[in-house]
C-alpha cells in the first residue's frame, strides 16, 4: 500500500468514524424528540378530559342557576327544562332500542 492510500483510508476512517457519531447522536436526539411527543400527547388528552368536565359542570352549573331563579326570566326557564326534557325523552328512546 502506498503512502497516498494509507493516507486516503485513514481520511475514510475518520470520516465513517464521523458519520456513526453522528448517526448515533441523531438516534439519541430522535428518541428524546419521541418521549416529548408522547408527553405532549398525554398532556394534550388531559386537557381534553379536563375541558369536558368543566364543559359538563359549566352545563349544571347554569340549569342549576335556570332553575333557581326566583321568577325574574321565566321563558329561559322554560326553554331550558324543555331541552332538559327533550334530552331525557332521546336517552329513553335510546334505551328502548
Known amino acids: 500500500m502506498t503512502e497516498e492510500e494509507k493516507e486516503l483510508l485513514k481520511t475514510f476512517e475518520a470520516r465513517l468514524r464521523h458519520l456513526i457519531y453522528l448517526h448515533d447522536e441523531l438516534r439519541r436526539e430522535n428518541a428524546g424528540l419521541r418521549q416529548l411527543l408522547t408527553d405532549c400527547q398525554a398532556d394534550c388528552e388531559k386537557a381534553k378530559a379536563d375541558l369536558k368536565t368543566l364543559e359538563r359542570r359549566y352545563t349544571d352549573l347554569k340549569t342549576a342557576t335556570t ?29 328502548n332500542e
Not at 68 to 77: I, K, Q
Request: aromatic residues 0%; glycine residues 4%.
Open 67 to 95: 332553575i333557581s331563579l326566583n321568577g325574574s326570566d321565566v321563558r329561559e326557564t322554560k326553554l331550558r327544562l324543555s331541552k332538559l326534557v327533550r334530552e331525557v325523552d332521546k336517552c329513553i328512546a335510546l334505551l
